[in-house]
């Protein structure tokens, strides 16, 4: 008999497990996947190693800073700053038609550039400021407001609100079109005004840290070990039952599945209000170069771009929506002395599911051929072109997203509706992760913490 | 556990829930919270690690009485008097 099953060993399942097992609890982790991580995670290729997901952590506030997210996680999880090896990024840009906005880990930078390029909305804009540091990320109840509402009271340029937009929808808005207040509220913060980082050795080691610490503390993990079904007995869950045919008894089970996913996964027949699927999914393309991007002329971070004055968080029509996107460059992090071996640009734009998961196999590998290059020759409209030093190349497509993470539809965030406080209908199950409500790497962190101490830990 | 005991056994505590903190001037008559940054969720360590190391129980409608270093020393004298030192 577990005291808690975790179903799902990504950030926030495995930042739950430590919690757990820290305080005594016998705790497993079940991952249907080959490999930890979930949507945070690594694999190797031709002899190379890449990331999935991880661009970059947010929420990086200097050495000895004792609030904040990462503060607080570090905390929680007994980890010293130095574990993680985070390095700054040299900075980032957003760039729309005629309009450059640089912003690096000192907010007064990305202010200083609102002021150049929209003189007359910098008091709006202090304003913004003002009305996102004073959100309660631990008070639910603004959560509900849309952004696109509030931000329309406070700015009155159309450009500069799409160009909040397009960086902060990105990285991490489930909904198409908007963002709740309290979501774009803690986004802006963890990027524009805490900052962006990387450890050297990229994803793999914060994994390898998660890891190590949960199975030092006792705690047990299972790979290839999938879920079937919830055991339910009278509004209780008693354990479950695993795709093997394996049985596992459980006081209570923690799930990072996804809130439609977990559902489905419970066997007590009962109607649960259904929700919706997300509907935004990714394609990424990576290159490895023979030649560092700054040696191009490239010393962007990030780069969020859009080719026009509006910007289109939807699913798109069409297989890719190759008019806006993300490119990043690992390598532009401050690393001191070291440089990554070789040169990485990795481009992420919107994806149309459907599209990728009804091709067969050969129509597949071709069409992420064709795909790679329509969505490189959009990116390379806002940096330098970078296709004649490419050494070797990978993509991946929204049905790689449910391999890695189980999600219908390949949702990169999970569905639009969050469960904040993580109950479900059932009195000993619970919700972490994506569809608790919280995204990122720092996010999905404090989500498993969070749902430990909140669910878990406290009888 | 004497008193000494107890308040060093906290200051232990202190000391690995929030690493960053100087606890050299804590004043033991001032709140834990107007001295140091600690959140709710650190509080909830407190009494976790508590429960870890000595196997006491604190309700949560007691955990107000956590406040400061002489508060806390006070709650916690009756429950770990009979608790050896290790």
């Known amino acids: 008999m577990y005291d808690t099953i975790i179903i799902g060993a990504g950030m926030s399942g495995l930042a739950a497990g430590i919690r757990l097992a820290y305080f005594d609890q016998r705790v497993c982790i079940l991952e249907k996947h080959i490999t930890i991580g979930g949507l945070n995670s690594f694999y190797r290729m031709r002899g190379r190693d890449y990331d999935v997901g991880l661009h970059a952590l947010t929420n990086i506030t200097p050495k000895g800073t004792k609030r904040g997210p990462l503060a607080r996680l570090l905390k929680q999880l007994r980890l010293s700053r130095e574990d993680l090896q985070i390095s700054p990024q040299l900075g980032s840009d957003i760039v729309f038609p005629g309009v450059r906005l640089h912003f690096n880990n000192d907010f007064e930078r ?130 479950v039952l695993l795709e093997n045919g394996e049985e596992l008894q459980a006081r209570r089970v923690l799930s990072s599945a996804g809130w439609p996913e977990t559902m489905r996964m ?194 | 556990m004497t008193t000494a005991d107890i308040k060093a056994e906290i200051l232990d505590i202190l000391e690995v829930i929030a690493p960053d903190e100087d606890l050299t001037n804590l004043d033991d008559a001032v709140n834990f919270r107007d001295q140091l940054e600690l959140d709710s969720m650190d509080f909830l360590d407190i009494v976790m690690e508590l429960r870890k190391r000595h196997r006491i129980q604190i309700p949560e409608d007691d955990y107000i009485q956590l406040a400061s270093m002489n508060s806390t020393v006070a709650f916690l004298e009756p429950l770990m008097k009979d608790i050896q030192k290790v």
């Open chain 1, 110 to 239: 990305f202010r200083s550039e609102i002021a150049r390029e929209f003189p007359k909305q910098i008091d709006n804009f202090d304003r913004l400021v003002t009305q996102i540091v004073e959100y309660d990320d631990l008070d639910e109840t603004h959560q509900a407001v849309s952004a696109r509402e509030r931000l329309g009271e406070l700015i009155s340029d159309p450009l500069l609100v799409e160009m909040f937009f397009c960086p902060l929808m990105f990285y991490g808005s489930a909904r198409e079109h908007d963002m709740d207040w309290g979501q774009f509220s803690i986004m802006f913060r963890s990027i524009f005004m805490e900052g962006l980082g990387r450890p050297y050795a990229g994803v793999r080691l914060i994994l390898k840290h998660l890891v190590r610490k949960f199975r030092g503390l006792g705690g047990e993990l299972k790979l290839r070990t999938g879920v079937d079904r919830i055991k339910v007995d009278n509004g209780h869950v008693t354990g």
């Open chain 1, 266 to 459: 419970c066997d007590d027949s009962q109607l649960v209000v259904s929700r919706a699927t997300g509907r935004l999914s990714f394609c990424e393309t990576i290159a490895a170069l023979d030649v560092q991007p700054q040696a191009l002329g490239h010393r962007s971070t990030i780069t969020f771009y859009n080719d026009s004055e509006q910007f289109h968080w939807t699913k798109p029509d069409k297989p890719c929506d190759i008019r806006s996107g993300v490119i990043c460059s690992p390598n532009n992090f401050d690393y001191g002395d070291e440089l990554l071996d070789e040169g990485t640009m990795r481009i992420t734009a919107l994806a149309n599911f459907d599209f990728w998961n009804g091709l067969d196999e050969r129509k597949y590998a071709l069409e992420k051929l064709r795909w790679y290059d329509h969505i490189t020759a959009s990116a390379v409209r806002f940096v330098p072109d970078y296709r004649h030093r490419v050494l070797d190349t990978d993509m991946f497509t929204p049905t790689t997203v449910v391999r890695f993470t189980g999600h219908d539809g390949g949702a990169i965030y999970g569905t639009p509706d969050k469960q904040f406080d993580g109950r479900t209908h059932l009195d000993n199950l619970f919700i972490c992760g994506t569809d608790q409500g919280f995204v990122g790497i720092i996010g999905s962190i404090v989500s498993g913490i969070g749902m430990a101490n909140m669910h878990c830990l406290r009888d």
